[in-house]
T-cell receptor, first 109, second 112 residues
């Protein structure tokens, strides 16, 4: 079967670092996406990992281990505007995305 | 336009009515995807087009759901005889290839 697991909710403090984990089991795995989604809005692209390792992009970094079926999204220097849902999605070789349920991150002052 | 657009943004339908949801992808994007997102959940795949060809419809929940993209651009998702469990946000995404997908704002369907 296909399964994506990520925590339902997380809370962190403004200025801190938070790591959101994601484990996946999918067939025809091509790569791993992270999307950010604010309430009532469309998901917006954050990162895409195909190879093992860490990809850094400003305050956001994403890590992938294909052998372990594991990824994480690291957010540094948290800002209030980072409060949102973070979606982990595995991409198949057809481009279809299999999403996790999303992690709702609340950033507190 | 600059991004993916969807219409209507909000739709209220009485149970049993038919609805049609429209998606205008980014110009030139070959791939188009439809997803269904229930409240508090991640999006779930419904169907995928490459140009006008519907290559995967494995996610359509029942034969009441039908999607088309006749000219390889605009796509319509039709739901016949709507049921309460069809209430969700319907997201459309387009892609120039088969990697990064650009999402539209979604259509929020409420079936009463």
């Amino acid at each position: 079967g296909q399964n994506i697991d990520q925590p339902t909710e997380m809370t962190a403090t403004e200025g801190a670092i938070v790591q959101i984990n994601c484990t996946y089991q999918t067939s025809g795995f091509n790569g791993l996406f992270w999307y950010q989604q604010h309430a009532g809005e469309a998901p917006t692209f954050l990162s895409y990992n195909v190879l093992d390792g860490l990809e850094e992009k400003g305050r956001f970094s994403s890590f992938l281990s294909r052998s372990k079926g594991y990824s994480y999204l690291l957010l540094k220097e948290l800002q209030m505007k980072d409060s949102a849902s973070y979606l982990c999605a595995a991409s198949s070789n057809t481009g279809k995305l299999i999403f996790g349920q999303g992690t709702t991150l609340q950033v507190k002052p | 336009g600059a991004g993916v657009s969807q219409s209507p943004r909000y739709k209220v339908a009485k149970r049993g009515q038919d609805v049609a949801l429209r998606c205008d992808p980014i110009s030139g994007h070959v791939s188009l995807f439809w997803y269904q997102q229930a409240l508090g959940q991640g999006p779930e795949f419904l169907t995928y087009f490459q140009n006008e060809a519907q290559l995967d419809k494995s996610g359509l929940p029942s034969d009441r759901f039908f999607a088309e993209r006749p000219e390889g651009s605009v796509s319509t998702l039709k739901i016949q005889r709507t049921q309460q469990e069809d209430s969700a946000v319907y997201l459309c995404a387009s892609s120039p290839g088969s990697v990064e997908q650009y999402f539209g704002p979604g259509t929020r369907l409420t079936v009463t």
